[in-house]
Nanobody, 115 residues
Framework: QVQVVESGGGLVQPGGSLRLSCAAS????????MSWYRQAPEKERELVAA???????NYADSMKGRFTISRDNAKNTVYLEMNSLKPEDTAVYYC?????????WGQGTQVTVSS
């Protein structure tokens, strides 16, 4: 059974940090590109960061220098380290696993940045 499960969301003050985790199972994790997306209420889902099976990373411009994506293939887990958080980062954050043939989505984890 395929599972993609995010965790680590919560409430944080502006300027604070948060680390999200995405645990995957049921497929060959090391062969999948992994990514984080986010979606604020009544806004479209947008790419936050991505990492290929070979470890090459890509970030949306607004996240560069603040967010870091990484993966641990031994643990079948991808991480998103978020620093210098801003209120506009508030959204549901989703983990995605992608192959040539199919994508798997997690259920999302809420991140709220507020004072």
């Amino acid at each position: 059974q395929v599972q993609v499960v995010e965790s680590g969301g919560g409430l944080v003050q502006p300027g604070g940090s948060l680390r999200l985790s995405c645990a995957a199972s049921g497929f060959t994790f090391s062969r999948y590109a992994m990514s984080w997306y986010r979606q604020a209420p009544e806004k479209e889902r947008e790419l936050v960061a991505a990492i290929t099976s070979g470890g090459i990373t890509n970030y949306a411009d607004s996240m560069k220098g603040r967010f870091t994506i990484s993966r641990d293939n031994a643990k079948n887990t991808v991480y998103l380290e978020m620093n210098s958080l801003k209120p506009e980062d508030t959204a549901v954050y989703y983990c995605n696993a992608r192959s040539v043939f199919i994508s798997y989505w997690g259920q999302g984890t809420q991140v709220t940045v507020s004072s």
